[in-house]
Nanobody, 124 residues
Framework: QVQLVESGGGLVQAGGSLRLSCAAS????????MGWFRQAPGKEREFVAA????????SYADSVKGRFTISRQYAKNTVYLQMNSLKPEDTAVYYC?????????????????WGQGTQVTVSS
């Protein structure tokens, strides 16, 4: 069982940056691919970024490519989402997710464990 705890959300002006963190419990962090998803009010949950089990392969939604970077630090059992050049449309609750397996996936249905979410608000 993996438990995920997100942190780092907050209020930022458009053009600013935030770094989200997701701390995973358990000793098998390296066995999981990790993903970030977000959900804005009244909208469906959407894929943001994902990273495979060894950190070599990453995937991004077109809307965040070139602005967001996903990474993972095994010593701290943590995955990060560095968000730069933030826009008001990035406002959402951001969720960390883990899936047992090597490959990163863009579908939330592929993930087994989810965090509680952290709010990101970008003001114009």
């Amino acid at each position: 069982q993996v438990q995920l705890v997100e942190s780092g959300g907050g209020l930022v002006q458009a053009g600013g940056s935030l770094r989200l963190s997701c701390a995973a419990s358990g000793r098998t962090f390296g066995s999981y691919a990790m993903g970030w998803f977000r959900q804005a009010p009244g909208k469906e949950r959407e894929f943001v970024a994902a990273i495979n089990w060894n950190g070599i392969s990453t995937s991004y939604a077109d809307s965040v490519k070139g602005r967001f970077t996903i990474s993972r630090q095994y010593a701290k059992n943590t995955v990060y989402l560095q968000m730069n050049s933030l826009k008001p449309e990035d406002t959402a609750v951001y969720y960390c997710a883990a899936r047992y397996g090597n490959s990163e996936k863009a579908s939330g249905d592929e993930y087994d464990h989810w965090g509680q979410g952290t709010q990101v608000t970008v003001s114009s």
